[in-house]
């Protein structure tokens, strides 16, 4: 690993209750994967994202987050962890894509459509270009976020994800019908709030949501955009 991709060790540190999560300046990759219960091409793309639990860049170079879209729950299977705002929101990406549909599995890296999953291609290396440093403090459920970025930043938003982590459901019905299929980076929530500030500092607090999740995922981008500046995460509990 690069000397400088070194310095984006994301930390985590527990003190007094207070979860921290601290990004460097390098970039990180913040991959999300649209998903259902209901699609069975979808489990080996899942199983592929879990296997980033063992990756020693996860957090510190790589946030992952999968969304549960709902679009296949009229097809048999009811997936609880589907909501319509992720299928939203992968909509929104096909509409700047400039593409007409949305599909599962489907990988975003950073904002762009990922087939390199489809292909065996390996996730690249973090831009090692300057992204800005993202703070995220955690404490009773609260999470406190500030962002120091380009100086010629106007506006940002900051998005956050509660995620489950090795959870499983049992499937009875739609073409998962009989497998145990287990998850990791759940979205449970997706909560956006702008983020005040000036000079290319911004800061925030936002109510986490009420959850089970035992990891979250942050990240920040211009307002009113989809693709991230800066990423960061880790396990909350």
Known sequence: MKGFLILIAATLVTARAE???????????LIELYTSEGCSSCPPAESWLSHLTADSRLWKEIVPVAFHVDYWDKLGWKDRFSKREYTSRQQSYSIVWGTSSVYTPGFVLNGEEWKGWFAGNALPDPVEHAAGTLDVRVANGTAKISFSGDSEQKAVD?????LAMNISSEVRAGENRGRKLIHNFVALDLVTAHLNGRDGIFSGELALPASEATALAVWVTPAGSLKPLQAAGGVIR
Request: net charge positive; proline share 12%; glycine share 12%.
């Open 19 to 29: 979860t921290v999560f601290h990004t460097g300046p390098g970039k990180a990759l």
């Open 158 to 162: 900051v998005h956050l994800a509660p």
